[in-house]
C-alpha cells in the first residue's frame, strides 16, 4: 500500500527551465510534507517542507504547493542547474508521530 | 560540524550471519531513525529512537531485527540470520526534535548509509 507515490520515475529538463516534480498521496493524516534530494552513495538531504494548512512555501528557487483537495503536491524549481540533477523524494509525516513516508523518487536530469 | 555517520559503508555477508550496523548522530541530537532502501523504492521507516528508548519499532520488518541506543547516542541496528531479501542500503537520521515538542517541521539528517549485501 503505497501512500505516497511519484509516479514519474525520470525527468529530464533543460538548463534555465523550469522542473516540476509531482506527488500524490492517499493519507488524510499526513500533516508536514517534505522534499528531499539524493545524489548518489550520500544521504538524502532536506531541501524544502510544508505544513498541511499551508497551500505554498517558497525558498529561493525552490517552490512546494500542496493540493489538498487533490491530495497532490509538488516541487517547482526555476531556474534549473545542472547541480539540481539528484534524485527527489517526496515524503510526508503521519500526524503526532516522526516517522516519514517516501516516496519511489523522481530523478531530474537537467542538461545544458 | 561533523554530520551523521554509519558504518561500514558496505557489508557483505553470507544467508543466515549475524550483521550489525553502526549509526553515530550529529552531537547532541535526540533523536534517531533508522530506514531501509531496497533497489528503486523510497527510504521505508524501520525504528525511531527518543533519547535511549525506541519510541516507535512499528516498521521492523521482523524479530531478525533489533536496534539499540544504551547511551542515547550511539546506535546499532542487529540483523539475525540475515537472508537475500535484506539486501539493501540502511540509511540512519537525526534530528534535535525532542519529545512533546511541538512538531513545525521534521528535519531529518542522513548519513550515507550502510549497502548490505546478503549472498
Known amino acids: 500500500d503505497q501512500q505516497v507515490k511519484q509516479n514519474s520515475p525520470s525527468l529530464s529538463v533543460q538548463e534555465g527551465r523550469i522542473s516540476i516534480l509531482n506527488c500524490d498521496y492517499t493519507?488524510?493524516?499526513?500533516?508536514?510534507f517534505l522534499w528531499y534530494k539524493k545524489y548518489p552513495a550520500e544521504g538524502p538531504t532536506f531541501l524544502i517542507s510544508?505544513?498541511?494548512?499551508?497551500d505554498k512555501n517558497e525558498d529561493g528557487r525552490f517552490t512546494v504547493f500542496l493540493n489538498k483537495s487533490a491530495k497532490h503536491l509538488s516541487l517547482h524549481i526555476v531556474p534549473s542547474q545542472p547541480g539540481d540533477s539528484a534524485v527527489y523524494f517526496c515524503?510526508?509525516?503521519?500526524?503526532?508521530?516522526?516517522?516519514?513516508?517516501f516516496g519511489t523518487g523522481t530523478r531530474l536530469q537537467v542538461f545544458p | 560540524g561533523a554530520g551523521v555517520s554509519q558504518t561500514p559503508s558496505n557489508k557483505v555477508t553470507e544467508k543466515g550471519k549475524y550483521v550489525e550496523l553502526r549509526c553515530d548522530p550529529i552531537?547532541?541530537?535526540?533523536?534517531l531513525y533508522w530506514y531501509r532502501q531496497s533497489l528503486g523504492q523510497g527510504p521505508e521507516f524501520l525504528i525511531y529512537?527518543?533519547?535511549?528508548?525506541?519510541?516507535?519499532d512499528s516498521g521492523l520488518p521482523n524479530d531478525r531485527f533489533f536496534a539499540v541506543r544504551p547511551e542515547g547516542s550511539v546506535s546499532t541496528l542487529k540483523i539475525q540470520r540475515t537472508e537475500r531479501g535484506d539486501s539493501a542500503v540502511y540509511l540512519c537520521?537525526?534530528?534535535?526534535?525532542?519529545?512533546?515538542?511541538?512538531?513545525?517541521?521534521?528535519?531529518?539528517?542522513f548519513g550515507p548509509g550502510t549497502r548490505l549485501t546478503v549472498l
Open positions: 510544508i505544513s498541511s494548512i499551508k
Open positions: 552531537s547532541g541530537h535526540t533523536a
Open positions: 529512537f527518543q533519547g535511549t528508548g525506541a519510541a516507535d
Open positions: 493519507n488524510s493524516m499526513f500533516d508536514y
Open positions: 537520521a537525526s534530528s534535535s526534535r525532542t519529545s512533546g515538542e511541538s512538531k513545525r517541521y521534521n528535519e531529518q539528517f
Open positions: 515524503a510526508a509525516s503521519v500526524y503526532n508521530t516522526d516517522k516519514l513516508i
